[in-house]
């Protein structure tokens, strides 16, 4: 299995001094995924949950919505040419009768880790039809148990505390309670191996939920919260443009800016209670 983290002598300036020391680093690898046999999409993420983000990913491109979709998830033996498995190919094979998506030149999947759309050929390819509207979720939040959501989820972040360098994903209740964190070099990466989380546990779709991440609100994370069916997505960054129109179109509740005791509110007021002045 590849590596999290990786270690580097490093030369740190300080004022006039200089020392060497050992950096740890979070470690980035391409991972292919391959959908029944074919290859589909390559990524760059943080090797760990491999599996959870290949199904996510397919569960945000809207193939799969049920892990009864998902006959087998493994990787692939002999993925170099002297046979050895790099643990960086993986296969997924869908259930019988679940048909595959018709990959073109219209949907180019290559992604990255800095961004998990930019290869997609227009705004339509991308919005994906929902499984699940989200529009009609009854959750309703007080600001103060939104506003403790950063400093829970910046708790959970167990390889950043090292690296200082990867995104985080948490998924919470509406009550506060963390149901599942995961981290990556990619922000998309980090979502899609929690929906990927919420499938294989047959959790789909996440009603009621609130979606926490740890850097900006792009159009591409407001995509895959509709994919899954959670309703609120918030971020201690700023939402883009498409971001918020996105969530508007779908009815979606979209924070941003969530610091201390202050967040905006960019779409979806109406689940957001406060006290009558």
Known sequence: MGRVTVRRRVLRLNDSAATRKVDALAAEEPLEIRLNGSPLTVTMRTPGDDFDLAVGFLVSEGVIGSARDVDTIRYCAGATVDGE???NVLDVRLAPGVTPPAVSLERNFYTTS??????KASLEAVRTVARWEVAGDPVRLEPELIAALPDRLRSAQRVFDRTGGLH??????SSGEMLCVREDVGRHNA????LGWALRGDRLPLTSTVLMVSGR???ELVQ???MGGIPVLAAVSAPSSLAVELAAERGLTL??????ASMNVYTGEERITRKAA
């Open 85 to 87: 498995n790099t643990y």
């Open 114 to 119: 800095s961004c998990g759309v930019c290869g």
């Open 168 to 173: 985080a994903a948490g998924l919470f209740t």
């Open 191 to 194: 979502v899609d191996k929690l």
């Open 217 to 219: 609100a792009s159009f």
């Open 224 to 226: 895959k919260a509709v």
């Open 255 to 260: 924070l941003g800016f969530v610091r201390g």
